[in-house]
């Protein structure tokens, strides 16, 4: 698989290069264009199945289908986009031990990319936008987006990083994160007091430039 991410920060896109029997799995809707020699099928119920599915319909997911894109020729091509404007970034699960991921910001992945729903849980969920949180494992690429440009911040070893938890995209699996209340962030669903998480330890943090609760607005419960 080869990969081009352009129109970054604002409006980015993926066009992927596909070798005859290559995948590429997609979050519903991501999709912009493909070649014709790119043959496609819905997963319902992503890695978990069925019972993956109903696990997490304790959650907003939107996520009960995956799309799979795969190439019957070489240089097969097909482009991914956000639901949002904003940026893209390409990790290298490889390289990189389990990451914790906002739901809603994992646009695609190779096919040895794992996933797993970590918390689906309304008492666990992070921020006012109601996403649940993936673990991500394994091998290959995985695009993550952001509504805005893509911040990456390095949690200081002998101090902590306090973070909006509206602003979250992605962290390691093995930081600490105690979450609290902040007087000073007005949350966008209920007026009051925010949530901040600090993170401890030593890793990277990705954040978001911008707040998807304040575009999309609060959601309800019942």
Do not use: C
């Not at 699960?93 to 990319?113: F, I, K, T």
């Not at 440009?149 to 093995?174: F, K, Q, T, Y």
Request: proline share 5%.
């Amino acid at each position: 698989m080869e990969y081009e991410i352009s129109k970054d920060p604002s409006y980015a896109m993926v066009e992927i290069t596909l070798a005859d029997g290559e995948q590429i799995e997609t979050k519903p809707g991501a999709m912009m264009d493909r070649t014709g020699g790119i043959g496609n099928e819905a997963n319902v119920g992503g890695d978990g199945g069925i019972t993956g599915a109903v696990g997490r319909m304790v959650s907003d997911e939107r996520t009960l289908v995956d799309n799979t894109y795969y190439a019957a020729a070489d240089d097969e091509r097909v482009t991914v986009v956000p639901e949002h404007p904003g940026d893209v970034v390409a990790l290298n699960m490889s390289d990189r031990g389990e990451l914790r991921v906002q739901s809603g910001s994992l646009l695609a992945w190779e096919p040895l990319v794992e996933r797993s729903t970590e918390w689906n849980n309304r008492s666990n969920i992070l921020s006012s936008g109601e996403l649940s949180v993936l673990g991500l494992s394994g091998q290959g690429i995985a695009f993550l987006s952001s509504f805005g440009s893509m911040v990456r911040r390095e949690v200081p070893p002998e101090n902590s990083l306090i973070v909006d938890e509206d602003h979250l995209v992605a962290w390691p699996a093995g930081l600490d994160l105690p979450r609290q209340k902040d007087g000073s962030i007005k949350s966008s669903v209920f007026g009051g007091e925010g949530l901040v998480t600090e993170f401890r330890g030593e890793g990277e943090v990705w954040l978001q430039t911008r707040n998807p609760a304040l575009l999309y607005g609060p959601q309800q419960h019942e």
